[in-house]
């Protein structure tokens, strides 16, 4: 069974930054998409960033600019470098792999999250 392990997640000073990381016990090419979601209680989980296979990273408006999403096929990593933290930054961040199956469906599969408080 895939697993995904995020960490680095903590209490970080309004201008400070972060560096989330997330461990994928399957190889990190076998997902279409690697993507890092937040959500703050009371909300709906966001997507904060995506990284597909193929093409372009996307970014939420929130944080396009501040946010770095990357690969690491050495490390079967998918990391979230985040800069210029904001105190609207705060909340639980998971990360997600998507796989697109041959029958059309998806697979997801998400880690257990990393809280993130950006507090002064």
């Known amino acids: 069974q895939v697993q995904l392990v995020e960490s680095g997640g903590g209490l970080v000073q309004p201008g400070g930054s972060l560096r989330l990381s997330c461990a994928v016990s399957?190889?990190?090419?076998?997902?279409?998409?690697m993507a890092w979601y937040r959500q703050v209680p009371g909300h709906q989980r966001e997507l904060v960033a995506s990284?597909?296979?193929?093409?372009?990273?996307k970014y939420s408006d929130s944080v396009q600019g501040r946010f770095t999403i990357s690969r690491d096929f050495a490390k079967n990593t998918a990391d979230l470098q985040m800069n210029s933290l904001k105190p609207e930054d705060t909340g639980v961040y998971y990360c997600n792999g998507e796989r697109l199956m041959a029958s059309g469906s998806k697979e997801n599969y998400w880690g257990q999250g990393t809280p993130v408080t950006v507090s002064s």
């Open positions: 990284s597909p296979r193929y093409g372009s990273r």
């Open positions: 399957a190889s990190i090419f076998s997902f279409d998409v």
